[in-house]
């Protein structure tokens, strides 16, 4: 698979590596040696959005970043079942070919659901969870911005045909827009260059249950009815204040169901909180998995 050579490839010094999951290829990071990171993301991200943080902690962890099927690096299939319950099993998959224990997990937007359900599943396997600006469990609300996207025909025009998710989450989900250089802003888009490569930017939205009718619904309530059975491992909670979408609600949200788990509030840091401030992010995450 190859993208327009740009400097966004500088920001992204790691090597690739691939699971096979049927005729698919599940691309992922895993960089270093030591005790076991692993960071999830969501969407429209990709594992270039963990870029500083596998630099930081490869020297001393083994740091290993899948991209979901649809995403990134990943095989792009058209049809395919693009659910959380899915992502959830090529996660765990991934655990076990690599027989990963002792792992710090970190999850960001649909990455925390998705690394929650699979530390549910593996719950062995996991020795300490962080999570930025996310939820895993019934939505109890849904930002108008993301609403419209999914309106049918339209949105998907906007998402597939004029990839208007993934370039606006450029400006809307930082608050220091500096950060976006051309190698940023490049290296989060590049693998969403066409129709086809957006498929899955297009069926995250769509996987948002809104009703119980949804069949993802069942799958985020059994997800949140289980979350206090990971309560006794270290939690840290890392938070851009300024998100619109994941906002201070979540965060209390799993401040009630994780009560003993560490909070950082980034309070000048917007959904991207990593793009933000990953400079005040090492330390935080240092220290704690220290």
């Not at 509030?265 to 401030?277: S, T």
Request: hydrophobic content about 40%; overall charge positive.
């Amino acid at each position: 698979m190859s993208f327009p050579a740009t400097d966004w490839r500088s920001q992204y010094p790691f090597c690739s590596r691939h699971l096979q999951l049927g005729e698919l290829r599940y691309h992922y990071l895993d960089e270093g040696d030591g005790e076991p990171m692993v960071m999830v993301h969501g969407n429209p991200t990709w594992s270039f959005y963990w870029r500083n943080l596998v630099k930081a902690f490869r020297s001393d962890h083994r740091v290993v970043v899948p991209d979901h099927i649809g995403c990134g690096l990943s095989d792009k299939p058209q049809k395919y079942s693009y659910t959380l319950s899915q992502h959830i099993a090529n996660l765990v998959r991934l655990f076990d070919e690599l027989d990963l224990s002792n792992v710090t997990l970190l999850g960001h937007d649909w990455g925390g659901a998705i690394s929650l359900g699979a530390a549910l599943e593996r719950p062995d396997r996991i020795s300490r969870i962080v999570l930025f600006n996310t939820g895993a469990y019934r939505p109890h609300f849904i930002p108008f911005r993301i609403r419209i996207c999914r309106t049918p025909i339209l949105g998907t025009i906007a998402l597939r045909g004029l990839n208007l998710f993934s370039r606006a989450a450029i400006t809307m989900a930082v608050k220091h827009h500096e950060v976006m250089t051309p190698a940023v802003r490049g290296g989060l888009l590049a693998p969403y260059d066409s129709w086809a490569n957006r498929v899955a930017v297009n069926r995250f939205v769509r996987d948002i249950p809104l009703t119980k009718q949804h069949p993802t619904w069942q799958t985020l309530a059994d997800i949140e009815d289980r979350l206090p059975t990971l309560a006794d491992r270290p939690i840290k909670l890392i938070w851009g204040m300024k998100d619109w979408c994941f906002d201070t609600s979540c965060l209390e949200r799993f401040v009630k169901i994780f009560p003993n788990s560490e909070v950082s509030r980034i309070e000048d840091a917007g959904h991207y909180v990593i793009e933000d401030a990953h400079q005040r992010i090492i330390p935080l995450v240092r220290d704690f998995v220290s």
